[in-house]
């Protein structure tokens, strides 16, 4: 029977309960849904949906399924217990094997079958288990690290085929137990009787070269390693005495070349140096690491330091971009002048200058101005108003919810998971701040999975006395290989990253996560906000002057003195205690902006703890004497008339407030406007203006684009259940029952959307690729361009973008056929021998 057809069998003799608990742990299984149980089984066995199941697998349970992978048959139904895996279980008892196998059952990833033949009557008593179908896609070509057999070697390298009968030959001669063979299958299965007895290998091992076992050892999780000229001839008939450990496993078929720099470590080999088992380090409990232990003050304090000096920072590079925007690159991003600029103004380093320039960016605190290529500061901005701990809340929210990397900035870029650069190199051998680089949708994802491990790790190290672990890199990573292994190349490649970006946010406070990140991971902001505002010290509104032209801040200050104080003074060193420096120079900036002298003094007396030194009153009024003889400032058309009163009544007349008309002289105005448009204005109000400047006849338009207020981020947990509506209007499709009124959240009725077909084309599938494996002809009945259908037997070599490579026997040639024109497809009992000698030895496997 169809792998697809016995899922679909199972799927509908299961409870509503099981099937809930199905779609809440596979919710693309009715994304969108499906009319009947042969397309949901059909979905269930697809590869994409499969390769989504395993990646929330852990390392037992991958264990477990990679074992089943490879002691059954799902061409000839061989099916495996618990019992049976077992045996090739190191460590494990039926009982846990079991259970793991009932839960992969929940899951849709196997399904029950009919013992395998010649089982014994006690052995038919037990359950027996078959994978589906697109298991063998997904898992690789070296499940659980282990190689491919010597059969398949043989038939899939040509070189490997062609000298494999002579190897064993001279395997013979020198006195190995292995049997002479003619052909190299047979040749195949003698390398796989001779290697499959672990005792018989270790006595072979015992005679090889040094360092043998400790080269074998490498291939331990994986079954493929790099050795230079990997095809050099090499024979045991011609070995010398110093033969080395690579060219003794050649000579001997205990590593198969696959081309100049690569070999394998066959199958059978792999399994007898495990002792006979597939998996040899199998473990129900989480690896538990060495990890330090830190008080919950230095915790506590470390994370508000990192949390008020971020906020600190953010407020002053938003002054820095509302004064001199950022430009960006041609390519995109912020170019490394830039971040050097940016850095030198914040007085950190440029990596986290970086950090920080992403951080403000991704909640929306910037944002890009398509005119000028410039980031700016969104008007009227309302994190600027707000409680710290509500600014510390919103940059968290966009951080988690954020489908970009701020870490990656400054990283190779064929190199997303090494460490920051030191030097950058040329243009474009590191990734930007802000460009699409750093862009990576699977983000959100692993930083809210990073922080639960974090969590997890805190509470089973937990302390009485209220000292929590310090968690590095190595650790979380340790957990996160056995929770989710197939994700672990995900994790590597971000957690450094995540773990720099959380301790900036103060989810993390020397090296462990504090109270905040506690709350974050637990999806609790509410809590985090309360402790926050409970333990983070106020900002303050005052600073101290003293005679020397500076003004020392005692702590953090208000984004709003902040901000006035940049405008007047220079900021020198780092910390909450900065110093300001008043000069000529930042006097006369505050000036230019329209402040003045008077205004100058009077803040300062309203935010010093400490009365206004002489000199710095006097360089303010003696600066404010000197500012303003020369004026500078920027119009685009002037308006001059001898007629000062018609001047006077111009500048006041309310239709005209468009050209924002300013008076310079009692006979001269100014406007922004061009010259031919204001005149156009003015000849509109009754008046006759003669232009002295010519323009040019083209119209030249500006695309003027408004820089939206930003919006408060809101974070939400990535949904890994369907909606209740969803699956209770899935439930009534699959049972043929009316939905309830209001259908599914997402329109009803949703599985309306899917037709039958995907149940057909997943069968089609199947056929074609176990007909390719077992060289078994097929019978199509295939569609040209006209709609003509017509039937053919042929033999299906491979399938791959949405195409299938057959041969026709009758003809003798090759041809491609695009699926969707093969209306039907059955297979024949035609099955060639070297197909029941390739079976035969899965079975032995």
Same mark, same amino acid.
């Not at 009992?829 to 032995?844: G, T």
């Given at each position: ?41 059909? #979905? ?22 990679? %074992? ?46 009919? &013992?395998?033949?010649?089982?014994? &009557?006690?052995?038919?008593?037990? +359950? ?14 070296? &499940?659980?690290?282990?190689? +491919? ?127 006979? /088992? ?31 000096? %971020?906020? +600190? ?119 930007? /701040? ?12 692993? #930083? ?30 340790? #957990? ?73 801040? @005692? ?11 940049? #405008? ?29 002298? %008077? ?29 303003? !003889?020369?004026?500078?400032?920027? /119009? ?8 000062? /009163? ?56 500006? +695309? ?8 408060? @981020? ?41 037709? !039958? ?89």
């Amino acid at each position: 029977m169809s792998l697809i057809r016995a899922l679909s069998k199972e799927l509908e003799a299961r409870s509503d309960d099981s099937l809930r608990a199905l779609f809440a742990a596979r919710p693309d299984l009715i994304s969108p849904g499906v009319p009947d149980f042969a397309a949901l089984a059909a #979905r269930a066995s697809a590869r994409v949906s499969v390769q989504r199941a395993l990646e929330r697998l852990n390392r037992p349970e991958m264990q477990v399924l990679e %074992t089943v992978h490879l002691c059954t048959n799902t061409d000839t139904a061989h099916s495996a217990s618990a019992a049976m895996l077992k045996k090739l279980i190191t460590g494990s008892t039926v009982a846990a094997i079991e259970r793991i196998l009932l839960a992969l059952q929940e899951l849709a990833l196997v399904h029950r079958a009919e &013992p395998p033949h010649g089982a014994t &009557p006690a052995g038919s008593r037990q +359950r027996y288990y078959l994978p589906v179908g697109s298991l063998k896609d997904v898992v690789g070509i070296y &499940p659980a690290g282990l190689g +491919r057999s010597y059969t398949e070697l043989v038939r899939l390298q040509p070189a490997f085929a062609q000298r494999v009968v002579q190897l064993v030959a001279e395997l013979h001669h020198s006195g190995a137990s292995i049997h002479q063979a003619t052909t190299p299958m047979d040749a195949a299965l003698a390398l796989h009787r001779w290697t499959s007895d672990p005792a018989s290998l270790q006595d072979l091992l015992a005679t090889a070269p040094e360092r043998t076992t400790a080269l074998l050892a490498r291939f331990g999780n994986w079954a493929m390693g790099a050795v230079p000229q990997a095809q050099r001839k090499v024979s045991v008939a011609n070995e010398g005495a110093d033969v080395g450990p690579v060219d003794w496993l050649l000579a001997r078929g205990l590593l198969v070349p696959l081309d100049a720099a690569h070999v394998e470590l066959p199958h059978s080999v792999g399994v007898a140096l495990r002792g006979g /088992a597939v998996i040899d380090n199998f473990t129900l409990t989480p690896p538990v690491a060495r990890l330090g232990e830190t008080s919950a003050m230095l915790r506590r304090n470390a994370a508000l330091g990192a949390i008020a000096e %971020t906020l +600190r920072l953010a407020g002053e590079l938003l002054y820095i971009a509302r004064d001199q925007p950022l430009a960006t690159l041609r390519s995109g991003g912020v170019g490394v002048r830039e971040m050097k600029r940016l850095a030198e103004a914040l007085r950190i380093e440029q990596h986290r200058a970086g950090l920080l320039l992403e951080l403000c960016a991704l909640a929306g605190l910037l944002r890009l101005d398509v005119d000028s290529s410039t980031w700016v500061q969104p008007p009227q901005l309302e994190w600027l108003t707000l409680p710290r701990q509500e600014q510390w809340l919103w940059l968290v929210n966009a951080w988690l919810a954020s489908e970009r990397a701020p870490s990656l900035v400054g990283q190779p870029i064929n190199g997303p998971g090494s460490a920051p650069a030191a030097h950058h190199g040329a243009a474009g051998t590191v990734i930007n /701040a802000l460009s699409a680089e750093a862009q990576r949708p699977d983000a959100p994802v692993v #930083r809210k999975r990073i922080l639960e491990i974090l969590n997890e790790l805190t509470v089973e190290a937990a302390a009485a006395d209220g000292r929590a672990p310090v968690l590095d890199a190595a650790a979380v990573l340790q #957990r996160a290989e056995w929770s989710q292994p197939r994700m672990a190349r995900r994790f590597s490649s971000l957690i450094r990253g995540v773990l720099a970006e959380a301790e900036m946010l103060g989810l993390i406070g020397s090296g462990a996560l504090s109270q905040l990140g506690t709350a974050i991971a637990a999806d609790r902001p509410d809590d985090a906000l309360s402790v926050l505002g409970e333990h983070l010290p106020a900002a303050l509104n005052h600073v101290l002057l003293q005679a020397d032209l500076t003004a020392v801040a @005692p702590g953090y200050l208000t984004p709003e003195l902040s901000d006035k104080l940049l #405008r007047m003074s220079d900021a020198e060193g780092r910390g909450p205690a900065t110093i300001y420096r008043f000069s000529v120079a930042s006097i006369r900036r505050a000036l230019d902006a329209g402040q003045s002298a %008077t205004g100058l003094l009077e803040f300062l007396r309203e935010h010093s703890a400490t009365a206004v030194p002489q000199p710095l009153e006097y360089l303010v009024e003696d600066t404010a004497a000197r500012h303003g !003889s020369l004026r500078v400032g920027q /119009a685009a058309s002037f308006i001059q008339s001898d007629d000062e /009163a018609a001047l006077l009544e111009l500048s006041r007349e309310s239709n005209a407030a468009g050209l924002g008309l300013a008076r310079i002289a009692p006979t001269v105005l100014i406007s922004h406007a061009p010259p031919r448009e204001t005149a156009h204005v003015l000849r509109g109000l009754g008046l006759s203006p003669s232009v002295e400047e010519s323009e040019p006849a083209v119209v030249r338009l500006r +695309r003027t684009t408004a820089v939206p207020g930003s919006t408060r @981020p809101v974070y939400s947990a990535p949904r890994t259940a369907p909606p209740e509506a969803d699956v209770d209007a899935q439930l009534a499709v699959l049972r043929n029952v009316a939905p309830a009124a209001g259908g599914s959240s997402n329109g009803a009725p949703a599985p309306a959307r899917v037709s !039958s077909g995907e149940e057909a084309t997943q069968l089609g599938l199947e056929t074609l690729q176990k007909a390719i494996r077992l060289k078994q002809r097929v019978t199509m009945n295939v569609v040209d361009g006209l709609g003509n259908a017509s039937v053919e037997t042929v033999v299906p070599v491979s399938v791959s973008g949405g195409r299938v490579r057959v041969l026709d026997p009758a003809k003798d040639t090759e041809r491609v056929l695009s699926i969707h024109r093969i209306m039907d497809i059955q297979a024949t009992a035609d099955i060639r021998a070297n197909a029941d000698i390739e079976a035969a030895e899965e079975l032995r496997q």
